[in-house]
């Protein structure tokens, strides 16, 4: 997991809870048998997977998105170290999960746009008047579609998901498919076509997720491992 690079103190609320839950998302990961290592590098030798979790806004001058709109923490230092990781995982043929802020760097990783600041819908996918208040996350469903990784995984057409996000995807990557959605049509989870990569814009980390919705992603992501790591090469 690439490290989180900004300092929570006298930030904006949500890059505290970002940095929070990032032990929480590493917990799920150890929960399916998974070694965590936090890394600062693009050196992936001797790894198996990579896990992208969440954090601040990628930099919409990546994905020729408006500068000037609302965005938060936005980290050069961070979208290197994250973009970097993604792409060498991809290079090496690495299994690759991402949550929230990972949906959306490997979306434009793979070419893909962001919506870089989400209209009000009948969904409601960010928490408070601004994003920073309380509760921490705001709750609504998403469909899976049928055949998914996801939807396998956990038997069911529907879903609940705990959302803490102001930005989605645009336009899909090459290569990524929508596997689940909102009722506003905002893209919930993504898989590529021929790699072994799935991401999940909700957050199953948080507190009242059901175990087996919370675990899902990961489990997925724990079979593409294992598997990956006896294919021939």
């Known amino acids: 997991m690439p490290a989180r690079l900004s300092d929570a103190d006298g930030a904006d609320a949500r890059v505290g809870l970002a940095n929070a839950i990032f032990d929480d998302v590493a917990a799920l990961v150890r929960a399916e048998g998974l070694d965590v290592v936090v890394v600062r590098d693009l050196d992936l030798t001797g790894f198996d997977g990579v896990v992208l979790p969440g954090g601040g806004d990628v930099d919409p001058a990546r994905y020729g998105g408006d500068t000037a709109a609302s965005v938060y923490d936005v980290n050069?230092?961070?979208d290197d170290l994250d973009f970097g990781?993604?792409?060498a995982a991809v290079v090496a043929g690495l299994p690759v999960l991402g949550v929230c802020r990972g949906l959306q760097v490997l979306n434009v990783a793979f070419g893909g746009t962001l919506i870089?600041?989400?209209p009000a819908s009948d969904v409601r996918h960010t928490p408070g008047d601004d994003g920073c208040g309380e509760p921490?996350?705001?709750w609504h469903d998403v469909d899976l579609a049928e055949g998914s990784r996801l939807s396998e995984e956990v038997d069911a057409a529907s879903i609940?998901?705990?959302s803490g996000?102001?930005?989605a995807i645009k336009t899909l990557g090459g290569g990524l498919t929508a596997t689940a959605v909102a009722a506003d049509g905002v893209i919930e989870a993504i898989e590529h076509a021929s790699l072994p990569i799935l991401a999940v814009q909700w957050h199953p980390e948080?507190?009242?997720t059901p175990a087996l919705l919370a675990?899902?992603?990961f489990a997925v992501f724990e079979g593409l491992v294992r598997a990956n790591a006896v294919a021939p090469r």
């Open 206 to 208: 948080a507190e009242g």
């Open 76 to 78: 050069p230092a961070q």
């Open 136 to 138: 921490e996350w705001t």
């Open 85 to 87: 990781i993604a792409a």
């Open 116 to 118: 870089e600041d989400l």
């Open 165 to 167: 996000h102001h930005q």
């Open 160 to 162: 609940p998901v705990a």
């Open 215 to 217: 675990a899902a992603p």
